[in-house]
């Protein structure tokens, strides 16, 4: 298959493009993204919310590319087996691209590892994403804004799983730019818009792509089987993932 722009080898499918209109179609959506919903400007300084995986990785190499002041944060929340070799591998890439990179963890903040609190019985994800959200608005203190790596399929299965739960609430502020409240930084989602396999594809592409490893405690989370139901459901109908997402914008947005 030929892209469609060029005699090259296509890289994709739909739309059939080539290495180079790819990154180029890529980057451009994201690009519009953030000016359509107005995430920041080149003044802004933006801190990217980074995990290691192949999302925000492929973010902070996107906006370090057209943004000024550009900074990253993780937090090592202290799983063993998953987070030491995610973690070595954002701090060479910062290293690389010249990126200053803020660690927090949680055993420095709480004085208990994430694996520590799971003898509490508590549901990991439960526990992590409210830690990890403190830690990260604490982070941003110095910054305009924090930047998260969500994909599309990200947002779709967050409005199933806000709906399933009945969480309005979370429903009406899941949107692609939160703005700042009290000690909490403006939030913005460049990548939104864009598919999971698109973003998957950028990454290999700009040779992003982290070793394969998966949290522990990824198997037991609700967003787990709601992303493989809508998996199931994209492959019979093709374009659900887009309308639901786009749906709940026309609703909250
Ligand atoms: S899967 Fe759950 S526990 Fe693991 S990093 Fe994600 S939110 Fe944290």
Redesign the pocket.
């Known amino acids: 298959m030929e892209c469609r722009n060029c005699n090259a080898k296509a890289v994709m499918a739909n739309p059939s493009l080539c290495r180079k209109h790819f990154i180029s179609y890529f980057e451009k959506k994201v690009l519009a993204t953030i000016r359509t919903f107005c995430l920041f400007s080149k003044k802004d300084r933006i801190c990217v919310a980074v995990?290691g995986g192949k999302d925000s990785m492929s973010l902070l190499f996107l906006l370090r590319k057209y943004f000024i002041h550009v900074s990253a944060a993780v937090v090592d929340?202290g799983?063993f087996g998953?987070?030491e070799h995610t973690l070595s591998h954002v701090k060479k890439k910062c290293a690389e691209w010249n990126v200053s990179l803020h660690v927090v963890s949680f055993k420095e903040m709480t004085g208990k590892t994430?694996d520590e609190h799971m003898l509490l019985k508590e549901h990991?994800?439960t526990?992590?994403?409210k830690l990890?959200r403190e830690m990260l608005n604490a982070c941003v203190k110095d910054h305009d804004v924090l930047a998260l790596g969500h994909n599309l399929d990200d947002e779709a299965q967050t409005v199933l799983m806000n709906l399933f739960a009945c969480k309005d609430d979370l429903a009406k502020a899941q949107l692609p730019r939160s703005e700042s409240r009290g000690q909490f930084a403006r939030r913005v989602k460049p990548f939104c818009m864009m598919k999971e396999k698109e973003v998957m594809l950028y990454a290999v592409l700009n040779s992003l792509a982290p070793p394969f490893v998966?949290?522990?405690?990824?198997r037991?989370?609700l967003?787990?089987d709601v992303r493989d139901a809508l998996n199931e459901f994209e492959k019979d109908h093709p374009g659900t993932k887009v309308n639901v997402f786009a749906r709940h914008l026309a609703i909250y947005g």
């Open positions: 995990s929340e799983i998953y987070r994430l990991p994800c526990v992590c994403g990890r998966e949290c522990p405690y990824m037991k989370s967003r787990n």
